[in-house]
């Protein structure tokens, strides 16, 4: 069966620090992954997306950039954290070529202060 | 600009009654309509999807309906649960390998005894 994980789970970070989160799929090949972020009290906003090593695409100008160095492993970056960039990060996974459900990890919780 | 509206207002439900929750939307053509639940502090857990093409989808206790000529769908638990607590997202998706989804903000389900 497939399985994501995403770490860690809780995270604080001064501003300007660098930040680096990591999610990995096992179980299928060659998914479609993404990046979102929950603000408090909002909605999920997906912030990359990718259909390939090394193929990105950014929904939203930011801080923030992902990578993709193996099939079924995504990135997301920092080189210096702001306050704004504090939320719930969620990493997901979907069928590449179907219009089918995605799966979320368990999320990281990032504090920038 | 494209808009998912989720009625943002807590839904509270006595035991055994339906719950109805609704996602309305505008300036979209959605492929397909996807619901979730998310627990707090937890990611999405995936429960049905609804095609343009169809009406009405059912799941054990669940029930979805996709209306695009009102650009609404409606999202029905029946005989619901305290265990059915949580909040529950609308999710829009375009046709594409990305297989993209736009989230709504989601509506917070309280079911009482």
């Known amino acids: 069966s497939q399985t994501i994980h995403q770490w860690p789970a809780t995270l604080v970070q001064p501003v300007g620090s660098p930040l680096s989160l990591e999610c990995t799929v096992e179980?299928?090949?060659?998914?479609?992954l993404y990046w979102y972020r929950q603000a408090a009290g909002r909605g999920l906003q997906l912030l990359f997306y990718?259909?390939?090593?090394?193929?990105i695409s950014s929904e939203v100008p930011q801080n923030l950039s992902a990578s993709r160095p193996q099939d079924r492993q995504f990135i997301l970056s920092s080189k210096k954290l702001l306050l704004s960039d504090s939320g719930f990060y969620l990493c997901?996974?979907?069928?590449?070529?179907?219009?089918?459900?995605?799966?979320f990890g368990q999320g990281t919780r990032l504090t920038v202060v | 600009s494209q808009k998912i509206e989720q009625n943002s207002e807590a839904l509270n439900i006595q035991e055994g009654k339906t719950a109805t929750l609704t996602c309305n939307y505008t300036?979209?053509?959605?492929?397909?309509l996807q619901w979730y639940r998310q627990d707090p502090g937890r990611g999405p857990v995936f429960l049905l999807l609804?095609?343009?093409?169809?009406k009405e989808k059912r799941k054990e206790r669940l029930k979805v309906t996709f209306d695009t000529t009102l650009k609404q769908s409606l999202f029905h638990i029946t005989a619901s649960q305290p265990a059915d607590s949580a909040t529950y997202l609308c999710?829009?998706?375009?046709?594409?390998?990305?297989?993209?989804?736009?989230f709504g903000t989601g509506t917070r389900l309280q079911v009482t005894l």
């Open positions: 999710a829009l998706g375009e046709t594409g390998t990305a297989s993209k989804l736009t």
């Open positions: 997901a996974w979907s069928v590449r070529g179907v219009n089918t459900e995605a799966f």
């Open positions: 300036n979209y053509s959605p492929a397909y």
């Open positions: 990718s259909v390939g090593i090394g193929q």
């Open positions: 609804i095609r343009e093409n169809e």
């Open positions: 179980g299928t090949s060659n998914p479609n």
